[in-house]
Structures are given as C-alpha cells and as structure tokens.
C-alpha cells in the first residue's frame, strides 16, 4: 500500500497528539500524616513500668545488714516471722 498524501497523515497525527492528556507533575497530597495517640492508662502503664525497672532487683542495703547480722551470730528470726514472710501474700488466694 502507497501513500500519497502525507499532509493528511501529519494533520492526523497532531490531532491524536493534542487530545492526549499529558501528565504534569503529581500535585502535594492532600492526606495528612499518620498519628499515634497513646491514652492516658498507656502512659501511666509506661510510668509504672519504668519505676519497676528502676528498682533493684535485690536490695542490697537490706541484704548487706542481713550478712552482718548472721556473720555475728545475731539473727535469728523467729519461725512465725519466717512464715508469715513466705506466705505474706498468699492468705487472699485460695490455694
């Protein structure tokens, strides 16, 4: 197939090349950013767990006095108060 008309396929051409939508740069979103919002009971969860990491395991002021005492022959609980040390918060549970 031969075309003759060459004029006819350029007018062709530049109608197809202006209904084209070009695309320009992507406006800014209108969407805000994602928030985190902890409530009050988090915030006195976090407080309360990092106080409990702040406390010492083992009180070693207590344990040191408890050393001294049994170094020099002078402790000597009674076994009431060594049982209602061990057993101090378990009258509420049923066992």
Same mark, same amino acid.
């Given at each position: 197939?031969?075309?003759?008309?060459?004029?006819?396929?350029?007018?062709?051409?530049?109608?197809?090349?202006?209904?084209?939508?070009?695309?320009?740069?992507?406006?800014?979103?209108?969407?805000?950013? @994602?928030?985190?919002?902890?409530?009050?009971?988090?915030?006195?969860?976090?407080?309360?767990?990092?106080?409990?990491? @702040?406390?010492?395991?083992?009180?070693? @002021?207590?344990?040191?006095?408890?050393?001294?005492?049994?170094?020099?022959?002078?402790?000597?609980?009674?076994?009431?108060?060594?049982? @209602?040390?061990?057993?101090?918060?378990?009258?509420?549970?049923?066992?």
């Amino acid at each position: 197939m031969k075309i003759t008309n060459q004029m006819s396929i350029l007018n062709v051409a530049k109608a197809y090349g202006k209904t084209v939508k070009r695309t320009e740069a992507p406006e800014k979103s209108s969407f805000e950013s @994602d928030k985190v919002e902890i409530s009050s009971a988090a915030r006195e969860i976090q407080i309360a767990r990092k106080a409990l990491n @702040d406390v010492p395991e083992v009180r070693t @002021d207590k344990l040191d006095e408890i050393k001294q005492l049994m170094n020099s022959g002078n402790y000597k609980p009674s076994a009431d108060d060594i049982v @209602d040390k061990l057993f101090s918060g378990i009258e509420s549970k049923k066992i």
